[in-house]
């Protein structure tokens, strides 16, 4: 086998490990882009949460309407996140996104959907770039610039 190969299979175990891993740990369902965009165009009250760090989002762009929790303050900021609405929990490819649903199940949680921005922008769906000095403290929320 040449490198390029092993490199190829390398890529698919780590893929498909990840694929297991996010499907593990929470029974949340990872939503189209497609779906997304209808939910949050509907009538559905939806909480968009983005629990990728804030310099992340700067770079790459979130949706808008976003609340953004890195994963690593989720917990100590569960009082942040509506038990009455169905909660998007986001990140670029949804493996820190099942990660954040699992927190948010354990902690009684009950209506729960995983979104990749990955797959959002692939789509050329509209996303928003906060700004440093629009940042509240610990997280962000908000309108931003707005690219497509």
């Given at each position: 086998?040449?490198?390029?190969?092993?490199?190829?299979?390398?890529?698919?175990?780590?893929?498909?490990?990840?694929?297991?891993?996010?499907?593990?740990?929470?029974?949340?369902?990872?939503?189209?882009?497609?779906?997304?965009?209808?939910?949050?165009?509907?009538?559905?009250?939806?909480?968009?949460?983005?629990?990728?760090?804030?310099?992340?989002l700067e770079e790459?762009?979130?949706?808008?309407?976003?609340?953004?929790?890195?994963?690593?303050?989720?917990?100590?900021?569960?009082?942040?996140?509506?038990?009455?609405?169905?909660?998007?929990?986001?990140?670029?490819?949804?493996?820190?996104?099942?990660?954040?649903?699992?927190?948010?199940?354990?902690?009684?949680?009950?209506?729960?959907?995983?979104?990749?921005?990955?797959?959002?922008?692939?789509?050329?769906?509209?996303?928003?770039?906060?700004?440093?000095?629009?940042?509240?403290?610990?997280?962000?929320?908000?309108?931003?610039?707005?690219?497509?």
């Amino acid at each position: 086998m040449g490198m390029r190969t092993v490199g190829i299979l390398c890529c698919a175990l780590m893929a498909a490990l990840a694929v297991a891993q996010q499907s593990s740990e929470t029974s949340a369902k990872k939503a189209t882009p497609e779906e997304i965009r209808a939910m949050l165009g509907g009538d559905q009250k939806v909480f968009f949460l983005d629990v990728r760090e804030p310099k992340e989002l700067e770079e790459l762009g979130t949706l808008p309407g976003y609340v953004n929790i890195p994963l690593g303050q989720l917990e100590s900021r569960l009082s942040e996140v509506p038990k009455d609405r169905l909660v998007i929990t986001a990140c670029n490819r949804a493996v820190r996104a099942a990660k954040a649903a699992a927190i948010l199940e354990k902690a009684g949680y009950k209506h729960l959907m995983l979104c990749a921005m990955n797959d959002w922008k692939e789509k050329g769906y509209p996303v928003v770039y906060p700004k440093p000095a629009e940042k509240q403290e610990g997280g962000s929320s908000g309108s931003s610039e707005q690219r497509h």
